[in-house]
């Protein structure tokens, strides 16, 4: 009986492998649950039937944001409410957010040492590994013209890219280019007595 049976599923399989000759096939997928596959919805720009004016796409109620949006433009790109410049120290609001200056710095020396280091160096003197590889070296960040620069300029700068130094809206979450700027303050001031 146990002879049959083995011979059954070596059978079994020998067929099943057979039947996966690795074609696609013009069937439709099978779906146990057809609704999930198929929902309604409208194309963009497409006529609506439901809506008077007849578009499909809507404009965002009025007062309203995306939950991740954050409003307050000092902190979203280091500007001053009315766009006259940059913010002058991180806001206390990140800062609070991050769990005080202490966890702060931390957070931005962890984020440095991952995302800066490698074109910057450990010290933020502009000598960092990238530059054996032949691209042309960063400035120091102990320069003169960057330790006067305001907070939301060195935040916008990391944000936007400059010269030959990516964007890193998208890669880095806001808190943390925050984070990276007052340990970049804090690497500044390590270094006073060094020059």
Sequence with gaps: MTRLLGFLVIGLSIGLAAGCRGETSIEPPITPVRNMF??????PQAHSEFFADG???????????????????EVANGELPDGSGYVLATPDSVVAELGGMDATIHRGQ???DIYCVPCHDSAGTGKGTVIARGMAAPPSLHEERIRKMPD????????NGIRNMP????????????????Y????????VGEQ
């Design 38 to 43: 198929h929902q309604q919805r409208y194309n």
């Design 55 to 73: 578009r499909t796409m809507r404009k965002p109620v009025a007062g309203t944001f995306a939950r991740e949006m954050i409003v307050a433009s």
């Design 110 to 112: 962890q984020r440095y």
């Design 152 to 159: 939301g300029q060195l935040f916008a700068s990391i944000t």
């Design 167 to 182: 964007a890193y809206n998208y890669s880095i979450p806001v808190n943390d280019r925050w984070a990276i700027v007052t």
């Design 184 to 191: 970049v303050r804090a690497l500044e001031l390590s270094q």
